[in-house]
């Protein structure tokens, strides 16, 4: 299986700052990428797929980039609702694998 | 708007059995494959299990392999998941997830654009 790898573990920044979180795969997954946001208590959301497109409904302080191995998911001025983890999900190859998760806090 | 509620969760011993179920709306069930993917106290989100729409294929990660098993009911727009022999390793927030449309997939796996809340399993004496 494709091991994804997330860093850093956690980031903190402020509000309004902009945020960047890295996801690395064990071998290249093209841009078969994606990047969700998770809360407690909610659903995890779709941010991007394709590596780089938002998906629907998502704000375009939200942008991904990458392909091969190295990705990373830029957020811009973060806003109170953005602190929350992260995860990258790979699904180039069967099975799907996710990363760890970056926990994103208000520093 | 899509929804997914899962139920069936609770806690239960090693060894013993549990069914999941999921109820899906806002969407046509029958025209997407379903997953369930899990998530461990302090870990990270693990795949599970996958049915394409017409249950013609269906996939399970090695570590439920032979002891878990996922079915759909297209007409009651529901999905479920037999688990068996259950194990502490077990122990997860269990959550149902569809499957994106074809264009947010690769040949062999998608991403997944609505996911439940969850429900938790807990795998203990």
């Known amino acids: 299986d494709i091991v994804m790898t997330q860093s850093p573990a956690t980031l903190s920044v402020s509000p309004g700052e902009r945020a960047a979180l890295s996801c690395r795969a064990s071998?290249?997954?093209?841009?078969?990428l994606a990047w969700y946001q998770h809360k407690p208590g909610q659903a995890p959301r779709l941010l991007i797929f394709?590596?780089?497109t938002r998906a629907t409904g998502i704000p375009a302080r939200f942008s991904g980039s990458g392909s091969g191995a190295e990705f990373t998911l830029t957020i811009s001025s973060l806003q109170s609702e953005d602190f929350a983890v992260y995860y990258c999900q790979q699904y180039n190859n069967w099975p799907s694998t996710f990363g760890q998760g970056t926990r994103l806090e208000i520093e | 708007e899509v929804q997914l509620v899962e139920s069936g969760g609770g806690l239960v011993q090693p060894g013993r059995s549990l069914r999941l179920s999921c109820a899906a709306s806002?969407?046509?069930?029958?025209?997407?494959?379903m997953n369930w993917i899990r998530q461990a106290p302090g870990k990270g989100l693990e795949w599970v299990s996958g049915?394409?729409?017409?249950?013609?294929?269906?996939g399970y990660a090695d570590s439920v392999k032979g002891r878990f098993t996922i079915s759909r009911d297209n007409a009651k727009n529901s999905l479920y998941l037999q688990m068996n022999s259950l194990r502490a390793e077990d122990t997860a927030l269990y959550y149902c997830?569809?499957?994106?449309?074809?264009?947010?997939?690769?040949?062999?796996?998608?991403?997944?654009?609505?996911w439940g809340q969850g429900t938790l399993v807990t795998v203990s004496s």
């Open positions: 049915i394409s729409w017409n249950s013609d294929n269906i």
């Open positions: 071998q290249s997954v093209s841009i078969n």
């Open positions: 394709g590596a780089s």
């Open positions: 997830a569809k499957e994106s449309p074809a264009r947010y997939c690769s040949r062999t796996s998608c991403s997944f654009d609505s």
């Open positions: 806002g969407f046509t069930f029958h025209d997407y494959a």
